[in-house]
């Protein structure tokens, strides 16, 4: 059974950087997927950022530029750097799987609601 626990978020000031973490356990193949994806209040969940089994990794718009996502094999964890962080940073994040590998990481970073893995949310909340 595929397990993810996402930690690190917290309250932080416009510009601030946070590190969020996934830790992943029990994929049963190698070409699995792993993305963040957020959701505010009133909102929408989007995709955040993605990355494949590769290395391979893709980035809303919004975050390109400020958004790193980077994952430790050794550690069974996949990180997400956000830097420069704005006041529309805040929701609460989730980390997600592909653990069939099913999706190319554009697709399941476009339509989370495909991905049936999911983790518990951690909050950024972005003081301005």
């Known amino acids: 059974e595929v397990q993810l626990q996402a930690s690190g978020g917290g309250l932080v000031q416009s510009g601030g950087s946070l590190r969020l973490s996934c830790k992943y356990s029990g994929f049963e193949i190698e070409n699995y997927g792993i993305g963040w994806f957020r959701q505010a209040p009133g909102k929408k969940r989007e995709g955040v950022s993605c990355i494949s089994f590769d290395g391979t990794t893709t980035y809303a718009d919004s975050v390109k530029g400020r958004f790193t996502i980077f994952s430790d094999n050794a550690e069974n964890t996949v990180y997400l750097q956000i830097n420069s962080l704005k006041p529309e940073d805040t929701a609460a994040y989730y980390c997600?799987?592909?653990?069939?590998?099913?999706?190319?990481?554009?697709?399941?970073?476009?339509?989370?609601?495909?991905?049936?893995?999911w983790g518990q949310g951690t909050q950024v909340t972005v003081s301005s």
């Open positions: 997600a799987a592909d653990d069939r590998g099913t999706f190319m990481i554009e697709t399941m970073c476009t339509y989370p609601e495909y991905l049936e893995v």
